[in-house]
């Protein structure tokens, strides 16, 4: 079982920048960010196939967040620009055993929250 600390989250006014780290105990076939705000279902930000570098993103975040991979750190990055309040919610580091859909992720990250003011 892949364990994972997040770390990163915070306060930032909109136009802002914020990056999150996911550290994993071990590499899985795939990593990514969810993120779940007060009376909403969770939801798919960004992932990557680590074996490869292949990324997708939700099409609210393209083009603003940046999903990335250390593999000597075991560690994945999500680095967050233009920020606006809408993405204010928990955000969740996830693992998942293939490739191919947000449904795979089945190994959670503890949270962190990201909180944008306008």
């Known amino acids: ?5 997040e770390s990163g989250g ?4 909109a136009g802002g920048s914020l990056r ?7 590499t899985p076939a795939s990593m990514g ?6 009376g909403k279902d969770r939801e798919g930000v960004a992932a990557i196939k680590t074996g490869g570098g292949n990324t997708y993103y939700a099409d609210s975040v393209k083009g603003r967040f940046t999903i990335s991979q250390d ?3 075991n560690t994945v990055y999500l680095q967050m620009n233009s920020l606006k309040p809408e993405d204010t919610a928990m955000y969740y580091c996830a693992a998942a ?3 191919g859909s ?5 190994t959670w990250g503890q949270g962190t929250q990201v909180t944008v003011s306008s």
């Open 33 to 38: 960010w969810f993120r779940q705000a007060p």
């Open 1 to 5: 079982q892949v364990e994972l600390v």
């Open 102 to 106: 947000w449904y795979s992720f089945n």
């Open 71 to 73: 593999n000597a750190k």
């Open 20 to 26: 999150l780290s996911c550290v994993a105990s071990k």
């Open 10 to 13: 915070g306060s930032v006014q």
């Open 97 to 99: 055993p293939g490739w």
